[in-house]
């Protein structure tokens, strides 16, 4: 049996909450392929006392309650992963999940999706006592400037996004590089790599998540990447729709007016939605053009 290219264990009080989130659709069938492998852990399981106590009042006084650090300690302890200075070597990382962590991106996916393990651990309450992330953890991620019930939600964000980017989980991975706030290389851009390999491999007895030499190199020479941008439209069939038609670039058969337009669209949708974008990303002198005569408009 071919081992998972990334193995993902998930520290929670609520295991039943997965069900849902990792039975459908991506993250399924690159279980079902092996490609990934995910643990569910339940934090109570790591309690001595008759409540299965998880949570205690903070020193200092306070409203809420706080993770205690002990079954968080033990918890992890017991799925043997590296110590802590040495998880960069190995390809591991204990991630706590924490509105105070760094905010979560595509490009933070991609370099978790290089990892061979991680372990996240579900915040809940008030927090978790600060030993956990200093001492424990080595990174904390937020997937949002906000307040969630709990960690549980943005576990499986991390999940769904991570588990996409591995070899062999997408249909044709070269789509991956093609969508809103992508900037570089995906991981799986080498198909000779040793993971492309161990995912042609293990999915090889499922036409679905199959990938081949050409879905890997290639993409149609008429799409464009979103370099940081946001994405850019998308029409399909019917080519009318109670009046309202596709672009007429997009059926003449044209491939360089498609980059264009596609191009010219992206930086459109990004100026109206996401400005912001626009400092982070390289802009040639066309697509300064491209921008001024949009504001023009």
């Given at each position: 049996?071919?081992?998972?290219?990334?193995?993902?264990?998930?520290?929670?009080?609520?295991?039943?909450?997965?069900?849902?989130?990792?039975?459908?659709?991506?993250?399924?069938?690159?279980?079902?392929?092996?490609?990934?492998?995910?643990?569910?852990?339940?934090?109570?399981?790591?309690?001595?006392?008759?409540?299965?106590?998880?949570?205690?009042?903070?020193?200092?006084?306070?409203?809420?309650?706080?993770?205690?650090?002990?079954?968080?300690?033990?918890?992890?302890?017991?799925?043997?992963?590296?110590?802590?200075?040495?998880?960069?070597?190995?390809?591991?990382?204990?991630?706590?999940?924490?509105?105070?962590?760094?905010?979560?991106?595509?490009?933070?996916?991609?370099?978790l999706a290089e990892l061979e393990r991680m372990v996240l651990i579900?915040?809940?309450?008030?927090?978790?006592?600060?030993?956990?992330?200093?001492?424990?953890?080595?990174?904390?991620?937020?997937?949002?400037?906000?307040?969630?019930?709990?960690?549980?939600?943005?576990?499986?964000?991390?999940?769904?996004?991570?588990?996409?980017?591995?070899?062999?989980?997408?249909?044709?991975?070269?789509?991956?590089?093609?969508?809103?706030?992508?900037?570089?290389?995906?991981?799986?851009?080498?198909?000779?790599?040793?993971?492309?390999?161990?995912?042609?491999?293990?999915?090889?007895?499922?036409?679905?998540?199959?990938?081949?030499?050409?879905?890997?190199?290639?993409?149609?020479?008429?799409?464009?990447?979103?370099?940081?941008?946001?994405?850019?439209?998308?029409?399909?069939?019917?080519?009318?729709?109670?009046?309202?038609?596709?672009?007429?670039?997009?059926?003449?058969?044209?491939?360089?007016?498609?980059?264009?337009?596609?191009?010219?669209?992206?930086?459109?949708?990004?100026?109206?939605?996401?400005?912001?974008?626009?400092?982070?990303?390289?802009?040639?002198?066309?697509?300064?053009?491209?921008?001024?005569?949009?504001?023009?408009?």
């Amino acid at each position: 049996m071919v081992k998972a290219l990334v193995q993902i264990d998930v520290i929670t009080i609520f295991p039943n909450f997965f069900r849902g989130p990792l039975d459908y659709g991506i993250v399924r069938r690159a279980r079902e392929a092996g490609l990934v492998k995910i643990d569910i852990h339940d934090l109570r399981a790591f309690t001595r006392d008759r409540h299965h106590t998880v949570d205690d009042r903070p020193f200092g006084g306070g409203a809420g309650m706080v993770l205690k650090p002990e079954p968080m300690f033990e918890c992890v302890e017991s799925l043997k992963v590296a110590a802590r200075e040495e998880r960069g070597v190995v390809k591991q990382s204990v991630i706590l999940l924490s509105a105070q962590g760094k905010r979560f991106d595509q490009k933070l996916a991609s370099e978790l999706a290089e990892l061979e393990r991680m372990v996240l651990i579900c915040g809940r309450y008030e927090g978790v006592d600060e030993r956990v992330g200093t001492y424990l953890a080595d990174r904390e991620i937020s997937i949002g400037d906000y307040i969630l019930s709990g960690g549980e939600l943005g576990a499986a964000v991390i999940v769904d996004t991570v588990t996409r980017l591995i070899p062999g989980a997408v249909g044709n991975q070269a789509s991956t590089r093609q969508e809103s706030f992508v900037t570089g290389p995906e991981v799986g851009d080498d198909p000779s790599s040793d993971r492309n390999v161990r995912a042609t491999r293990a999915s090889s007895s499922d036409k679905n998540v199959r990938p081949t030499q050409t879905e890997l190199q290639s993409g149609s020479d008429s799409t464009c990447s979103s370099g940081g941008l946001l994405d850019y439209p998308h029409y399909t069939r019917p080519a009318d729709f109670r009046g309202m038609k596709v672009p007429e670039v997009l059926v003449n058969g044209n491939h360089n007016e498609i980059k264009r337009w596609r191009r010219r669209s992206a930086l459109e949708k990004t100026l109206q939605n996401r400005p912001d974008l626009l400092d982070r990303v390289p802009l040639s002198e066309e697509d300064r053009s491209l921008l001024a005569a949009s504001d023009e408009h």
